[in-house]
């Protein structure tokens, strides 16, 4: 027997399926916004690979980069992008569109609100670039659903599929390591903001890549003292940036494999940060116990 709720959405969706309901709802005025928001929302879901491919292109081609130098011409932006004027302004046509550039009169193009937003994040133009992976994996979603192949995203990401993540060399992690770097500013401030590491004499970042989130943390707490832990070849990574930043006699590094090795001592704070998401849970479960068995009594544990 059909709940109530099953029945009052089969009702919804008969009336909502209905063709001289659509031009009801689109001819009252009153119902007339909800049916042209709910009509731009389907658009979009129709429309959206064109959305990220265009994205990509701008990204790849530098547009938002350019235009920072002030509005241009078609014809001044042709050579700039390698591309034929008719293709160029087939671009900015596409780009003005999602407000990544916008028309500014006599034929000139400039960076669209959104689009000065994306040329200020190089985290962002490195995640759109690395989205390229994944539009590839989806030529098929059926066939990717119903197979067991490896995927380039996968490949790309290669701890998730190792055995022995821990024998990974460092030319193996560098990709997703410098992809991890850039993008990490884009969260780093914010938990920053909202954890205050004041009372915290000494941060242990778990899978902190590079160290980008440990440095910042740093910079901002001059008498805080970190540990960085995370696969071998990436643990090295970070104890260079370290040492780059002339922060090594406050910052350091362990190499480890956090699913089966335990987590270092000495530290009164734990952070997580872009780490637990990446797991299944019985994985996240094994992560936060071994945190909570390396942290001492009163101790705290940061999840972002």
Do not use: K
């Amino acid at each position: 027997m059909r709940s109530l709720r099953d029945q009052l959405h089969s009702w919804r969706n008969r009336l909502l399926s209905s063709a001289r309901f659509q031009r009801a709802a689109a001819a009252f005025p009153l119902t007339r916004p909800i049916a042209r928001r709910r009509a731009r929302e389907l658009f979009d879901l129709c429309a959206g690979f064109v959305y990220s491919q265009v994205l990509l292109t701008c990204v790849r081609l530098r547009l938002p980069e350019i235009l920072r130098d002030g509005p241009q011409t078609v014809t001044e932006l042709a050579p700039r992008l390698g591309l034929s004027p008719a293709a160029t302004e087939r671009l900015l046509a596409a780009a003005s569109a999602l407000r990544l550039a916008e028309g500014r009169g006599a034929g000139r193009y400039g960076l669209g609100d959104l689009g000065a937003v994306l040329g200020s994040m190089p985290g962002v133009a490195a995640m759109v670039e690395h989205h390229a992976l994944l539009y590839d994996d989806l030529r098929d979603p059926v066939s990717l659903l119903r197979s067991q192949r490896a995927t380039g995203l996968g490949e790309y990401w290669p701890y998730a599929a190792s055995e022995h993540p821990e024998r990974l060399t460092e030319a193996e992690v560098a990709p997703y390591s410098r992809l991890m770097a850039l993008s990490q500013p884009l969260v780093s401030t914010e938990v920053l903001d909202c954890c205050p590491l004041g009372g915290c004499r000494r941060l242990m970042d778990v899978g902190g890549g590079d160290g980008a989130f440990l440095l910042e943390a740093a910079r901002r707490w001059p008498g805080l003292e970190g540990i960085v832990v995370d696969l071998p070849a990436v643990a090295g990574r970070a104890a260079r940036a370290f040492r780059e930043e002339g922060l090594s006699d406050r910052l350091c590094s362990v190499g480890a494999n956090f699913l089966r090795d335990e987590l270092p001592g000495g530290a009164d704070w734990v952070s997580l940060v872009r780490v637990i998401h990446d797991h299944d849970d019985d994985e996240a479960r094994i992560i936060l116990e071994a945190a909570y068995r390396a942290l001492p009594s009163g101790g705290r544990l940061i999840v972002a």
